[in-house]
């Protein structure tokens, strides 16, 4: 029969996260690789409330990269 195949796309991080100063919820603003290692992604979110920012670091692996 019909069987969904949940599949999670990672295109922009929906992750909520609390403001540590106002506990509101944080909206997303921005994401973009360091320069020193482009695998590691900084998203940054920010709060309505207090306009305070908090930076995510997270790890992005690449599967099929060039394989040397
Ligand atoms: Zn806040």
Do not use: N, W
């Not at 922009?12 to 909206?27: G, N, V």
Request: aromatic share 4%.
């Amino acid at each position: 029969m019909g069987r969904r195949s949940i599949t999670t796309e990672s295109a922009l991080p929906s992750l909520i996260i609390p403001c540590p100063r106002c506990a509101k919820r944080m909206s997303f603003r921005s994401a973009r690789t360091t320069k020193a290692e482009p695998r590691i992604l900084d998203t940054t979110y920010a709060c309505d409330q207090c306009g305070a920012e908090v930076i995510c670091t997270s790890f992005c692996r690449h599967d099929a990269a060039q394989a040397a």
